[in-house]
């Protein structure tokens, strides 16, 4: 079956805490994307990459990193210099002509 | 459980007449519903959001949905089409619009414009 796989479903992190969200595709798509959800907004863009070790900020790249090694991964990491971490984070993935595809997300509490 | 089905796969049209993007869902809860689009090689960006207020919202760039309880519905509309419309459109449900765990994307739209 070929899909995104973002892991895990729910995590919880300590205040002041470096923690990272996989997200894992097996569709050989060349672009993949992290995005933000907050309460009553839509989906902000956090980071993107269109090819292997290469990636661009997007609209709240702020206290956030990514790498982009291999291109089936595409981790982002939430820093403690994140002042509100607490979100649900979407990662999804493009060919560059064709469909794009969703993971199922991830919700991070900060505790 | 919910889900949504966009209906069409692909949608043509020319420059200048009306756009229909068709999008059903299935909800267990009074679902939040949005379109968002995604221009080549472009992060995905909100059109609209419907979260039981008005049944027809307003997005940006003229476009419109009308949310039909009846029908399961959530369409998106456009007078005019332009050529800077065609992109790939996606509609999403969820079941609660602030605690989006279960979020439901369809599988997308992708509308070409033809001069």
């Known amino acids: 079956d070929g ?16 923690v990272t969200l996989s997200c894992e595709q097996n569709l050989n798509h060349d672009a993949m994307y992290w995005y933000r959800q907050d309460p009553g907004q ?6 993107y990459s269109q090819i292997v070790n290469d990636f661009q900020k997007g609209d709240i790249a702020e206290g956030y990193s990514v790498s982009r090694e291999k291109k089936e991964s595409f981790p982002l990491t939430v820093t403690s210099a994140q002042k509100n971490p607490t979100a649900f984070y979407l990662c999804a993935s493009s060919a560059m002509t064709g469909r794009t595809f969703f993971g199922q997300g991830t919700r991070l509490t900060v505790v | 459980a919910q889900s949504v089905t966009q209906l069409d796969s692909h949608v ?3 420059e200048g007449t009306p756009v229909l993007l068709r999008c059903n869902y299935s909800s267990s809860y009074s679902p939040s519903l949005f379109w968002y689009v995604q221009h ?10 419907y979260t039981s207020a008005a049944t027809l919202v307003k997005g940006i760039n003229g476009f419109e949905a009308e949310f039909k309880k009846s029908e399961t519905s959530f369409h998106l509309t456009k007078p005019s089409a332009h050529m800077s419309d065609a992109a790939e459109y996606f509609c999403v449900v969820s079941a609660d619009f602030y605690n989006n765990n279960d979020m439901r994307f369809g599988a997308g739209t992708r509308l070409t414009v033809k001069p």
């Open chain 1, 3 to 18: 899909g995104i796989t973002q892991s895990p479903k729910y995590l919880f992190r300590k205040e002041g805490q470096n």
């Open chain 1, 42 to 47: 839509g989906l902000r863009l956090i980071y």
């Open chain 2, 12 to 14: 043509s049209v020319s």
């Open chain 2, 40 to 49: 080549p090689n472009k992060g995905l960006q909100l059109l609209l959001k």
